[in-house]
């Protein structure tokens, strides 16, 4: 298998997918507005420190999920793809997914952020395959816990060797933003760092990684 591994937020989007979702509730008065953004900015700001509790963020997350049903929250999310997400869409990202189409490599969505939130945002990418930490269902509802290892820095690993279940690599391409996905790019056979933070980017200058700009 060749396989490429995409990032989302900040690599394939130009924003936080996840904290972008937050601000949609708020904008929309669908949560506790006060309460929400202060979560929600703080849970943020963890993660870009690289100190983030992915369980306590992810529950946190999950309470919209757990107090609204599946055909209210799939009309909730197709608002939230046409006014926030589509706009964001990075086209350097669709032609780097098409480079890998063409060459008939495996591709992978990898991503920490929830499978609820992510899935339909990679399939706007053409990417069927994803990784995200994973919003725990029972019998079509959803009960607020995170299902399985979250999908945040060495956590990637774990699931994508889960994922893999036994099939083994030829060749890999990693692509991400963020110094969180340091172990992941590490793993690849080709690590590039998609306008990375500050951490990234004198982590990639050392090891010699590619360096590349895909915002718009």
């Given amino acids: 298998m060749k396989l490429a591994l995409f990032d989302l937020d900040h690599t394939l989007l130009n924003i936080d997918s996840d904290?972008?979702?937050?601000?949609?509730?708020?904008?929309?008065n669908l949560v506790d507005t006060v309460r929400h953004k202060k979560m929600n900015d703080q849970f943020y700001?963890?993660?870009?420190?690289g100190q983030l509790d992915s369980i306590a963020y992810n529950e946190f997350v999950f309470e919209f999920l757990v107090e609204n049903d599946q055909n209210t929250l799939a009309e909730y999310h197709q608002q939230f793809m046409e006014?926030?997400?589509?706009?964001?869409?990075?086209?350097?990202?669709?032609?780097?997914?098409?480079?890998?189409?063409?060459?008939?490599?495996?591709?992978?969505?990898?991503?920490?952020?929830?499978?609820?939130?992510?899935?339909?945002?990679?399939?706007?990418f053409g990417v069927t395959n994803v990784i995200a930490t994973t919003a725990e269902q029972v019998n079509g509802k959803y009960t607020g816990k995170v299902l399985g290892t979250p999908s945040f820095?060495?956590?990637?690993?774990?699931?994508?060797?889960?994922?893999?279940?036994?099939?083994?690599?030829?060749?890999?391409?990693?692509?991400?933003?963020?110094?969180?996905?340091?172990?992941?790019?590490?793993y690849a056979s080709h690590a590039t760092a998609v306008n990375p933070d500050e951490r990234l980017q004198q982590l990639a200058t050392s090891k010699g990684w590619?360096?590349?700009?895909?915002?718009?």
Avoid: C, M
């Avoid at 700001?45 to 420190?49: A, G, M, R, T």
């Avoid at 669709?94 to 399939?123: C, K, M, R, S, W």
């Fill in 153 to 186: 820095q060495n956590g990637k690993l774990i699931r994508l060797d889960e994922w893999l279940d036994g099939r083994t690599v030829e060749e890999s391409w990693a692509y991400s933003d963020s110094y969180n996905d340091r172990f992941l790019l590490d």
């Fill in 19 to 28: 904290h972008a979702w937050g601000e949609f509730l708020i904008q929309h």
């Fill in 210 to 216: 590619d360096i590349v700009d895909w915002s718009i």
């Fill in 45 to 49: 700001q963890d993660y870009q420190e």
């Fill in 83 to 124: 006014n926030v997400i589509r706009p964001q869409l990075r086209p350097k990202g669709f032609e780097a997914v098409q480079h890998h189409q063409a060459l008939g490599h495996e591709i992978l969505g990898i991503t920490a952020t929830n499978d609820f939130i992510t899935t339909p945002i990679f399939h706007a």
